[in-house]
Structure formats: structure tokens, C-alpha cells
């Protein structure tokens, strides 16, 4: 168990649809990370929050959007959705030191599928 | 730009035979090489990682080393055990514009290890 804690495991929607993906970093964990893994695909990074503020940007859609609260969990909204955007939705936190990479633990994902 | 590329993306070895599997990457200003092993329906979790002050580590049956001039680096497992069948994924972590850092991940190894 890495401490990450992610919410719901498995969500089932329509395209067209908006749905939030809930995390929980670690205690103590000020970073944030959002990746992608689709089918037999590798993990692409979507974006990275350090305490509350946006630090970095993958490939990530307009459609999707994200934030970190006060509280360090983090949200990551996904919106008008397609087909190609079923897939493992993993967070990762991180002490998140700036200029020191960190190891990064991750939580279980969440699957989601847009029928 | 950014990328990592991992060979091979499947292996398959025998019980108690060494696995070894390749990762290069683009970017020179990486100084952060995690490898991170991923089983059926559970989220990636580190198994080692290598700085760019260091060019081999080692922690049991497993091993990395970097060749930082010629962006290399790699995995090995020794003594191989059916518990280490998996998808093996590397990263390089170069910093952002921002001066945190991201994960650029390889495409992945699905290791087999038969018994």
C-alpha cells in the first residue's frame, strides 16, 4: 500500500460526459501527479500540482482540467468524453522538492470506461 | 522532444535465469532514472532507482546502471523468480521550465518468468 488513495476504482460513463477522478496523496506529500495509461500503453504524464499551485504540463487535453485543494487532494475533471479517453487514470504524490526529483508513489488508478 | 524508449517489451525467462531490459533517453539534462514494476490491476511502484552522480546501484536481485554519456541506462534481475513477472517501466526525469521535474516513462517490458 503506498499511502495514495484514489477515488472511485471503476466508473462506467457515456460519451459526452463529465466525471471527476478523486486523489488522496500521501501525509506530507505537497505533489500531485495525474498520468494516462491507456490499453497496453505506457504511462503518460497529464499534469503536476505542488501545493495547491500548477507546476508542470504533459499531454493533456482541453477537455481536461484539474486542481489541488487546501487540503492536498487533488481532482481531475475529464469532460465531453470520447471513446479513446477509456483508460487507467493514475495519481502519484511526491515530498516534491523543487529541483530535486523525488520518488513518486502511486496510487491504484481508477479505470474508467466511456461506452 | 522528451522521449524515453524501452527495449525489449516482452521477455520471457527461464526460472533462475537473469532478465535484462534497456531504456535510452533524449533529454540531457535528466539526473533521475526510477524503474518501476507494475502487477496485473495494481498501480506502478518503484523497485530502484539511479542518480546521475552514480552509474550502478544494486539492492538484492536487482541492479541498474547508467551510462549518462551514452543516455543509457538498464535493469537487471538476477535469479529470476515467478514473482517478478510483470510490466517493467523506466523513466527519466528531466526538470520543467518551471524548476520542478516530471517522469517521462518508457513504453514498458511485460517480463515472463516461467517455472
Known amino acids: 500500500d503506498s499511502g495514495v488513495t484514489q477515488t472511485p476504482k471503476h466508473l462506467i460513463t457515456a460519451t459526452g460526459q463529465r466525471v471527476t477522478l478523486r486523489c488522496s496523496p500521501r501525509?506530507?506529500?505537497?505533489?500531485v501527479y495525474w498520468y494516462q495509461q491507456s490499453l497496453d500503453q505506457g504511462l503518460q504524464f497529464l499534469i503536476q500540482?505542488?501545493?495547491?499551485?500548477?507546476?508542470a504540463k504533459g499531454n493533456i487535453l482541453e477537455r481536461f482540467s484539474a486542481q489541488q485543494f487546501p487540503d492536498l487532494h487533488s481532482e481531475l475533471n475529464l469532460s465531453s468524453l470520447e471513446l479513446g479517453d477509456s483508460a487507467l487514470y493514475f495519481c502519484a504524490s511526491s515530498v516534491g522538492l523543487a529541483g530535486d526529483p523525488n520518488e513518486q508513489f502511486f496510487g491504484p488508478g481508477t479505470r474508467l470506461t466511456v461506452l | 522532444g522528451e522521449n524515453v524508449e524501452q527495449h525489449p517489451s516482452t521477455l520471457s525467462v527461464q526460472e533462475g535465469d537473469s532478465a535484462v531490459i534497456k531504456c535510452t533517453y533524449s533529454?540531457?539534462?535528466?539526473?533521475?532514472f526510477p524503474w518501476y514494476k507494475q502487477e496485473l490491476g495494481k498501480g506502478p511502484q518503484l523497485i530502484i532507482d539511479?542518480?546521475?552522480?552514480?552509474g550502478e546501484k544494486k539492492d538484492q536481485r536487482i541492479a541498474v546502471t547508467l551510462n549518462k554519456t551514452a543516455k543509457h541506462f538498464s535493469l537487471h534481475i538476477t535469479e529470476t523468480q515467478p514473482e517478478d513477472s510483470a510490466v517493467y517501466f523506466c523513466a527519466a526525469s528531466p526538470t520543467t521550465t518551471s524548476g520542478t521535474y516530471k517522469y517521462i516513462f518508457g513504453t514498458g517490458t511485460r517480463l515472463k518468468v516461467l517455472a
Open positions: 539511479i542518480r546521475s552522480n552514480v
Open positions: 533529454d540531457s539534462a535528466s539526473n533521475y
Open positions: 501525509s506530507g506529500d505537497l505533489s
Open positions: 500540482y505542488y501545493n495547491g499551485e500548477e507546476r
